[in-house]
Structures are given as C-alpha cells and as structure tokens.
C-alpha cells in the first residue's frame, strides 16, 4: 500500500478547503496526479503541487495507506472529512473541522488542531462518526460536536463547546477546557483529567463508580475517578468522567 | 474375557500402555476470559458458570476452567480465569454461552467477561453472542463502548457493553470468537483398587490443568461413568461402557485385564489436535509416574473402532519418549 506524504514547501496565505483531498481515493493515485489534484480555496485554481512536495512510497501491501502532511497547515480545513480508512498523519498544526464525519481509520496531529475537531459542516447533524482521532497539543472549540462514534484523544487544552451535542463515542482531554462543556450530551463518554465543575441544573453529582471499564479505557490510577451524568436539561445520560483530586477551574 | 492387556510393547513407569487409540470428534469451541475484583469472587463465578457442564450428552455445553490468570494476563488487570466451552453445535453453543454468562457471570459481584480468542470479525467470523444478548438487561441505561486496542499483537476495535448494576457494572465483550476444535481425547487408568485409581488420576489431571487450550470437563477432571454409544433403551442415545465395568466382568464381553478392580477415565477436549496430545502425554505419564505398576494394571484408551470420530490418537505415537 502507498504512503503519501505531501511536505509544505511555503507558507499559505489563504485558507484552504481539503475536504475532496481523501485518502483512499488518493491511494491508488501516481505522483503526478497528486501533484495536479485541485482545491479548493479563495485563491483560485491551485493545486496540490503548488504549495507541496509530493512523495509516493510503496510499502507492506497488507497495511493501510497512509497520508502524511509535514509542515504547520493551520490553514488547511476538512483535512479528514469522511475519513474512512487508512491513518493520516500531521505533523505541525491543522485548521478546522478535521476529522469532520469521519467514520473510520485514524488521524493523528502532531501539534494544535483548529476548531471543530470532529464536528460536522455544512447542515450535516451527524459529527464524527468512528475512527480515532488524536491531537497531541491544544484543539479549538466545539472538539466532538454532535460526534456519534469514534474515540477523540486531545492531550492539550480544549476550547468552547467541548462534547456539546454529543450522542455517543468517547472524548478524552488532557488539559483545560472551555465554557459551556457537552452542553446537550446525549449519550457518549467524556473523559476530563482535571475536574471541573459541572453545572447541577444539567448533571447528577459525580458518583464513585466500580467499573472495570475505567481500566479497559486507559484512565491512569483507575481508583480516584469519579462521574457525572447528563445533560439532564436534555434527558440525556451521557457520561463525564474526572479525577477526584480537586477543582482546577470553575 | 481378556486376562492381559493387548498389545502392550510400551510401558512408563513399568505400566503398561496398550496399543490402541482415543477416538475424538470435531467440536465448536470458545474461550472466555472472567474476571473479578478478587480471586474468591472470580472462582465463584466461574464455578457457577463451568456447573453442570460435563458432558454434551446432557448439559449441552462441556465447559471448564483452562488455567487461572495473574491480574497482569488480563484486559483488566483484575485476577482472573480463562474459561473454555465446547458444543457439538454452533446453536447450542450460542444458546448457552449468553444463557450461563447472564445467569452465572452477570450475577456475580464484579465479575465482567471477554473474549479468550482473540481477533474480532476480520480474523473469526463466527461469533457467539455475550453482551450482544445480555445489554438488553440494562434496560436502555446499558453504554456500548468501542475501544481501538492491541492484544497479543492484533489491533482492533472491541465493543464492550457496559451494563448498570447494584455494585456498579457489569462489563463485557459484545461477542466473542467461536472456532473449530476438538472433543472427547482420553485416556483409560485401570487401577488394582480405587485408591490407587485415584491417585493415578489427580496426579494426571494435576499435570493437566495448567495446560493451555485443553479442558478435562468432568468432575475432578475424570469419569467413573464411561460410556458407549447406544443403550437397550430406545430413548437413550449413551449407557455404560459394560466391557470395563469390574463388576460385569464374567457376565459381558469385558477388556479388563486381571487385577483391575476400578477404572477411572479421564476426558479431554482442546482447541486442537496437538493440544489435546500434549495433555494425553502429560497426564498419563504423571499417572503411571504417580501409581507405577503396582496401582495400575495399565493404561488404554476409548474409541468406537475409528468409525465415528475422525481425530485418533494412538496412544504409542503420543508417548514417543515417555516410556521407562
């Protein structure tokens, strides 16, 4: 299976729509046709090879392909949309809505991800919808809105809106997060390292709960965790998961 | 009546062995691995589940503790047991695994249960349902959760339900692989009294039970009740094996040699063929190691003259090496 990598050769001076730019209709693709592939952006009528280096490599022929972004795309939105197999790699930063309605195969950002990890565009109601998404940095706001499945790990921080409108699938943030967390939670999990206060008029109080699952999920020190349910204010009954180990913020 | 046991070249322990074979069948296998928050919970647990499964004759599942897992063996890092299960049919088997896991496993205080077989879909595509039948308990509060992973070198995506509980959850595999294997290897000890007979047989079955992907699903490991197929009795498909039943002898077409007066039969069933050798190896040489020639008159082996099950395992093939 081929290994993509496109190295950015010099900066972007407008946003660019990588939405069309999918992986496993990439795959398949010789280095030329890479290069000639168009986006879209405010900048009419540029193309891959304008800002990117393309290399094409060929290895195991049973593992998945693999896209592989080098260089700081702050400035590249969509990266990932309707992801379905295959692992991308950025290596720097990344616009908005990456991961939008994924549904399969993985994304890892080595850096900071804009807003909109994992959340659906345009007028779709569904957000992420499988697949794995990883940041290793801080990500923007609404990280998993209306997210369906999938698991989304932010080692950072995390902004506004954090699981808001959240229906199932796991979030796990590393960092600080923003206002107005999984506001309408439905279902799904969301795992906090640093406690928060959760507004009593949307969640139960948090609850000591015996579970093997905390392990299985990775939560380190699995005996100090603790959770609340909601967004009540909703019926819903989604999970948020946080180390009883004092308030970092309100 | 036979007085000597027949074609006997090989001997451990100045035990006889004769040369003939166990006669084994294909099977549908599982293995599942039950956890809990400690050891007294987990065994209980599983003694509850592996209960009134020795034979397919009746139980409709031959199930049994393979070997006991350290907290670091498994996905929980709780103490736990691998379990494995065979059934002649797929149906059977998926109709009592979720039935005994609900009622014997769900019931425990933290117990939760996974898949010993490794490799969802794409490596096993027949599955046996867990948490796929019993999430329904959660009464709609049950979380299906999908976690990517890697076990035992193979990445995949498992779903676990979670179900709600009064001691918190109860967690579980959506479902679990189910393989081909295969039941009924055995091995034959006929003692000189029943304390010798005992004796060969704990120790067999002591050399036995730690083996990886082998079960001996009767109580204590052996039967006392060895049957034939067939019985003067219309409704019954099985009845006692006459020929090595001491009290019979005279009376019947016996195989025991002079000097048996109790035989005990141990009955294995494995993930495969060399599994279930290994163990037929293993226990019959720490039997005749245990009793030697005075507790045993020898040792052999039941089968239906290799018409009815298509895996043989000769017994003088198995022990190549073992004999004193």
Same mark, same amino acid.
């Given at each position: 299976?081929?290994?993509?990598?496109?190295?950015?050769?010099?900066?972007?001076?407008?946003?660019?729509?990588?939405?069309?730019?999918?992986?496993?209709?990439?795959?398949?693709?010789?280095?030329?046709?890479?290069?000639?592939?168009?986006?879209?952006?405010?900048?009419?009528?540029?193309?891959?090879?304008?800002?990117?280096?393309?290399?094409?490599?060929?290895?195991?022929?049973?593992?998945?392909?693999?896209?592989?972004?080098?260089?700081?795309?702050?400035?590249?939105?969509?990266?990932?949309?309707?992801?379905?197999?295959?692992?991308?790699?950025?290596?720097?930063?990344?616009?908005?809505?990456?991961?939008?309605?994924?549904?399969?195969?993985?994304?890892?950002?080595?850096?900071?991800?804009?807003?909109?990890?994992?959340?659906?565009?345009?007028?779709?109601?569904?957000?992420?919808?499988?697949?794995?998404?990883?940041?290793?940095?801080?990500?923007?706001?609404?990280?998993?809105?209306?997210?369906?499945?999938?698991?989304?790990?932010?080692?950072?921080?995390?902004?506004?809106?954090?699981?808001?409108?959240?229906?199932?699938?796991?979030?796990?943030?590393?960092?600080?997060?923003?206002?107005?967390?999984?506001?309408?939670?439905?279902?799904?999990?969301?795992?906090?390292?640093?406690?928060?206060?959760?507004?009593?008029?949307?969640?139960?109080?948090?609850?000591?709960?015996?579970?093997?699952?905390?392990?299985?999920?990775?939560?380190?020190?699995?005996?100090?965790?603790?959770?609340?349910?909601?967004?009540?204010?909703?019926?819903?009954?989604?999970?948020?998961?946080?180390?009883?180990?004092?308030?970092?913020?309100? | 009546?036979?007085?000597?046991?027949?074609?006997?070249?090989?001997?451990?322990?100045?035990?006889?062995?004769?040369?003939?074979?166990?006669?084994?069948?294909?099977?549908?296998?599982?293995?599942?691995?039950?956890?809990?928050?400690?050891?007294?919970?987990?065994?209980?647990?599983?003694?509850?589940?592996?209960?009134?499964?020795?034979?397919?004759?009746?139980?409709?599942?031959?199930?049994?503790?393979?070997?006991?897992?350290?907290?670091?063996?498994?996905?929980?890092?709780?103490?736990?047991?691998?379990?494995?299960?065979?059934?002649?049919?797929?149906?059977?088997?998926?109709?009592?695994?979720? =039935?005994?896991?609900?009622?014997?496993?769900?019931?425990? &205080?933290?117990? /939760?249960?996974?898949? !010993?077989?490794?490799? $969802?879909? @794409?490596?096993?595509?027949?599955?046996?349902?867990?948490?796929?039948?019993?999430?329904?308990?959660?009464?709609?509060?049950?979380?299906?959760?999908?976690?990517?992973?890697?076990?035992?070198?193979?990445?995949?995506?498992?779903?676990?339900?979670?179900?709600?509980?009064?001691?918190?959850?109860?967690?579980?595999?959506?479902?679990?692989?189910?393989?081909?294997?295969?039941?009924?290897?055995?091995?034959?000890?006929?003692?000189?009294?029943?304390?010798?007979?005992?004796?060969?047989?704990?120790?067999?079955?002591?050399?036995? =039970?730690?083996?990886?992907?082998?079960?001996?699903?009767? &109580?204590?490991? /052996?039967?006392?009740? !060895?049957?034939?197929? $067939?019985? @003067?009795?219309?409704?019954?498909?099985?009845?006692?094996?006459?020929?090595?039943?001491?009290?019979?002898?005279?009376?019947?077409?016996?195989?025991?040699?002079?000097?048996?007066?109790?035989?005990?039969?141990?009955?294995?069933?494995?993930?495969?063929?060399?599994?279930?050798?290994?163990?037929?190896?293993?226990?019959?040489?720490?039997?005749?190691?245990?009793?030697?020639?005075?507790?045993?008159?020898?040792?052999?082996?039941?089968?239906?003259?290799?018409?009815?099950?298509?895996?043989?395992?000769?017994?003088?093939?198995?022990?190549?090496?073992?004999?004193?």
């Amino acid at each position: 299976m081929n290994q993509i990598t496109l190295t950015l050769q010099n900066a972007l001076t407008c946003p660019v729509d990588f939405s069309q730019v999918r992986l496993d209709q990439l795959a398949d693709k010789s280095e030329d046709e890479i290069y000639r592939t168009e986006l879209h952006s405010d900048a009419p009528g540029i193309s891959i090879g304008d800002h990117w280096k393309v290399a094409v490599e060929t290895y195991d022929d049973q593992a998945s392909p693999r896209l592989v972004l080098q260089g700081d795309h702050a400035m590249i939105h969509r990266l990932g949309h309707q992801h379905r197999g295959g692992d991308i790699l950025i290596e720097g930063n990344i616009g908005a809505s990456c991961g939008s309605c994924m549904t399969g195969g993985s994304i890892f950002v080595n850096g900071d991800a804009g807003d909109g990890l994992g959340a659906p565009t345009g007028s779709r109601g569904v957000g992420m919808n499988g697949g794995v998404l990883r940041v290793t940095g801080n990500a923007g706001d609404f990280v998993g809105h209306r997210m369906r499945r999938g698991e989304i790990f932010v080692e950072g921080n995390a902004g506004d809106g954090l699981a808001s409108w959240q229906v199932a699938g796991t979030i796990h943030v590393g960092g600080k997060i923003g206002r107005n967390v999984a506001f309408g939670m439905r279902r799904g999990t969301l795992i906090l390292e640093n406690e928060i206060a959760l507004p009593t008029s949307r969640f139960t109080e948090s609850v000591e709960l015996h579970s093997p699952y905390k392990t299985i999920a990775g939560l380190a020190s699995p005996e100090h965790w603790r959770v609340c349910r909601g967004d009540r204010s909703i019926g819903g009954i989604g999970e948020v998961w946080m180390p009883a180990n004092g308030l970092s913020q309100a | 009546m036979t007085n000597e046991l027949k074609n006997e070249p090989l001997k451990i322990a100045g035990v006889p062995i004769e040369a003939t074979f166990a006669e084994a069948f294909d099977m549908k296998a599982t293995r599942l691995i039950l956890t809990a928050a400690d050891r007294q919970w987990c065994d209980e647990a599983a003694a509850a589940m592996c209960g009134f499964g020795t034979s397919v004759i009746a139980c409709g599942l031959e199930i049994a503790v393979e070997r006991t897992l350290s907290p670091s063996e498994t996905p929980d890092g709780r103490p736990g047991v691998a379990i494995m299960a065979f059934a002649v049919s797929s149906n059977e088997m998926e109709k009592q695994i979720p =039935r005994r896991a609900g009622q014997c496993v769900l019931t425990c &205080p933290t117990t /939760a249960l996974y898949a !010993g077989i490794y490799g $969802g879909r @794409k490596w096993h595509e027949k599955r046996i349902p867990v948490g796929k039948s019993l999430r329904y308990f959660g009464d709609g509060m049950q979380i299906s959760k999908v976690i990517r992973q890697t076990r035992e070198g193979i990445e995949q995506s498992v779903r676990y339900w979670r179900i709600p509980v009064m001691d918190g959850e109860f967690v579980c595999e959506h479902d679990v692989p189910r393989i081909d294997a295969i039941g009924g290897g055995n091995f034959i000890l006929l003692g000189r009294s029943m304390e010798s007979a005992t004796k060969a047989c704990r120790a067999a079955i002591d050399a036995i =039970r730690e083996m990886p992907g082998v079960i001996a699903p009767f &109580p204590g490991g /052996a039967t006392r009740s !060895g049957s034939k197929v $067939g019985s @003067k009795y219309p409704a019954l498909f099985a009845s006692t094996n006459e020929a090595f039943c001491p009290s019979l002898k005279g009376l019947v077409d016996s195989q025991l040699p002079d000097g048996v007066t109790a035989v005990l039969e141990v009955v294995l069933d494995g993930m495969n063929f060399d599994s279930i050798a290994a163990a037929m190896n293993s226990g019959i040489t720490a039997a005749c190691d245990a009793s030697g020639s005075d507790g045993l008159v020898g040792v052999t082996a039941g089968n239906y003259g290799g018409k009815l099950g298509r895996h043989h395992f000769h017994l003088a093939e198995i022990l190549k090496g073992a004999s004193s």
